[in-house]
């Protein structure tokens, strides 16, 4: 009888996840490929061993161990014996081997093994890689079940478990939307099409609604041979559809497709959003998201302020210390700025050395004192260049209005016009009239 799968224990709190990878092997040669294809690729840490022993030594030493990588060929243990030793240790494990044999990759896999890759076929370094940084995000990622079929639930949510994933459940699709309205985290979606209440295909259009393909990817599951079933899953808004019996491995690519895609789309989104050198919203995307967040605010005759920080004498940071220290200034600029600014305000880097934020619900004197903490903030760094200690200090104007009809470009204008007078009144200071 196959060994049950169990959910292995998910870390919980604000408790760093562990990292360092064990890679047991006794050809160096391709362990020092695995190991260092992660290294360069993940910045994750490797171990290495040779035999059962080291690696039992290494373990105990050390408590931060994320998975294993091993080979099944030890000289200090049989097949049976290398599996079972990584798995008493609820270690996620990946098994290699240099021969296929599909009678060892199916018993193998019965168990909670992750998955059984052979060495030495092209591509074998690279999907090794691959699956070391999903395994490793999947830790950050939520998923849910949302199926009355208890033993199918279990089933799902043990290889969801496996793979890393924090896992929730529902019965129906009410408990469903329930569930992901409570969890924001969730990302992922499996969904069953014969449920008592609301169908499958019904609970993902409603789901839909609510969550973006940006957010979120459903996949529907049904054990019915309805050949119209998938087209209405897909037109109800699930990415892709699995048929009950599915295989470990079926599903876990299907997860994992749905989920690098999801990722793809976030990376595409902030290229799109996100300034590349410092990582704050680009101008694009300030602009556009105050627009939104004006009329709100000024149309509850809420206060909102405006400010430009601009950095002083820049041209001579870069003249002097060269353009990788201008880089670091604004990098730190930057990331001083973020640490600042409240849930509710918008922050950029407009461009060149300089940044803006619109920021909502300040009074007249909280408005300047909120910046000029920012200014002494950033007069108070010491960024290291090259061994020397680069000191910088910004400029800020600022206009603070709560009169419904506002645009942006007036505030921004007369924002800009106050870092004028600051820029003229001698820098490394805040001017809030003028």
């Known amino acids: 009888m196959p060994t049950p799968l169990r959910a292995p224990a998910a870390p919980t709190g604000n408790i760093p996840l562990p990292q360092r990878i064990l890679v047991v092997e006794n050809s160096r040669t391709h362990a020092r490929l695995i190991g260092e294809a992660i290294e360069q690729k993940l910045a994750l840490p490797v171990a290495y061993a040779a035999t059962l022993t080291e690696a039992r030594t290494m373990l105990e030493q050390q408590q931060d161990w994320f998975m294993v990588v091993t080979s099944l060929v030890l000289a200090d243990g049989s097949h049976d014996e290398v599996v079972e030793f990584f798995l008493s240790r609820e270690l996620p494990t990946v098994v290699v081997s240099g021969v296929y044999d599909e009678a060892m990759r199916q018993q193998i896999l019965r168990r909670q093994i992750v998955d059984y890759v052979l060495k030495n076929t092209p591509g074998s370094i690279d999907y090794l890689v691959w699956l070391v940084q999903r395994l490793e995000r999947n830790r950050r990622i939520a998923a849910l079940i949302v199926d009355d079929s208890r033993s199918t639930r ?13 896992v929730l459940e529902a019965a129906d699709g009410e408990a469903g939307l329930a569930v992901l309205d409570a969890n924001p985290d969730i990302r992922l979606a499996i969904v069953d099409q014969e449920m008592p209440g609301m169908k499958g295909h019904e609970f993902t259009r409603r789901l839909r609604a609510r969550h973006a393909r940006d957010h979120l990817a459903i996949i529907g599951i049904s054990g019915t041979s309805d050949a119209s079933l998938v087209p209405r899953f897909l037109k109800s808004g699930a990415n892709d559809f699995l048929h009950k019996p599915f295989s470990r491995e079926e599903f876990f690519c299907r997860v994992s497709q749905n989920i690098d895609q999801l990722e793809l789309i976030g990376t595409l989104q902030d290229l799109a959003t996100r300034d590349f050198l410092t990582g704050l919203p680009n101008r694009r995307h300030f602009l556009s998201e105050c627009h939104a967040l004006l009329p709100n605010t000024l149309g509850r005759q809420q206060a909102v302020t405006a400010a430009i920080v601009d950095i002083d004498h820049f041209k ?34 407009f461009g060149g050395e300089e940044f803006c934020a619109l920021v909502p619900y300040l009074g007249e004197g909280e408005a300047v004192e909120y910046f000029e903490d920012l200014r002494q903030r950033i007069e108070a760094l010491q960024v290291d260049v090259g061994g020397k200690v680069l000191r910088m ?5 600022l206009f603070r209005t709560r009169f419904p009809g506002q645009t942006l470009n007036h505030l921004l204008t007369e924002a800009d016009r106050r870092l004028y007078l600051a820029k003229a009144g001698g820098r490394n200071r805040v001017v809030s009239t003028g």
């Open 393 to 397: 200090t910004v400029s800020i104007g």
């Open 316 to 349: 001579h940071i870069n003249d002097t210390y060269g353009h990788e220290a201008g880089d670091l200034a604004l990098k730190a600029v930057a990331q001083t700025i973020a640490q600042h600014a409240g849930a509710q305000d918008l922050i950029a880097r």
């Open 154 to 166: 279990a089933h799902a949510a043990a290889l969801l478990a496996m793979y890393g994933f924090r």
